[in-house]
């Protein structure tokens, strides 16, 4: 299949900074891409939806202004996590697909600690 | 009532059982409905898609009744290796347009 690469792997950081997180599809086209959340014991949640060039579509009761979210070419998408507290610490993960009827490829996943 | 519900288990089989996981979901518009493998902590991963005819892929048999909004996936000849967690996925549109997910049904094949 596809391959989907995300950066870091695993990230700590300080209550208050901020933290990107990057998504890349290698070997094709992504026009969407998807970013998710897992707690722990919990499903994945979807947290936005990105097509290149435009603006995020954020799920209820994520905050946009919070998880900036930025799809400006075919092939990467970022999420940046701002001001971070304790209770963002979890699982990031983000898919990316070509056309609506094509699988969506995920990434490796991020795992962000904030102390 | 969570969109798609799944017993969290986890199952402990013995190598060579088979095993079933099912799946229930509450939105009856749902139009694609999947299952994915995920490892532990690692990427979800598409284990094969799930159509009204039923469809198999090797020894996965999986099974889906919209009148029910029920969905079950079927291992036989469980290996070590199958052993992961199983998550039922569920479309509000169609094709991967946006995913949700189960909990996950854990999975534990043993020697």
């Known amino acids: 299949g596809a391959v989907v690469s995300q950066h870091p792997s695993w990230v700590i950081c300080k209550s208050g900074t901020s933290v990107k997180i990057e998504c890349r599809s290698l070997d094709f086209q992504a026009t969407t891409m998807f970013w998710y959340r897992q707690f722990p014991k919990q499903s994945l949640m979807l947290m936005a939806t990105s097509n290149e060039g435009s603006k995020a579509t954020y799920e209820q009761g994520v905050e946009k202004d919070k998880f900036l979210i930025n799809h400006a070419s075919l092939t990467l998408s970022t999420l940046t996590v701002t001001s971070a507290h304790p209770e963002d610490s979890s699982f990031y993960i983000c898919?990316?697909?070509?056309?609506?009827?094509?699988?969506?490829?995920f990434g490796q996943g991020t795992r962000l600690t904030v102390v | 009532r969570k969109e798609v519900e799944q017993d969290p288990g986890p199952f402990n089989v013995p190598e060579g059982a088979t095993v079933a996981f099912n799946c229930t979901y509450s939105?009856?518009?749902?139009?694609?409905f999947f299952w994915y493998r995920q490892d532990c902590r690692k990427e979800p991963k598409l284990l094969m898609s799930v159509y009204s005819s039923g469809n198999e892929d090797g020894r996965f048999t999986a099974q889906l009744n919209r009148a029910s909004q029920y969905i079950s996936l079927l291992i036989r000849d469980s290996k070590l290796s199958d052993s992961a967690t199983y998550l039922c996925v569920v479309n509000r549109g169609t094709g991967f347009q946006k995913l949700v997910f189960g909990t996950g049904t854990r999975l534990l094949v043993s020697p």
């Open positions: 898919s990316a697909r070509t056309t609506e009827n094509t699988e969506a490829f």
């Open positions: 939105n009856s518009a749902s139009q694609s």
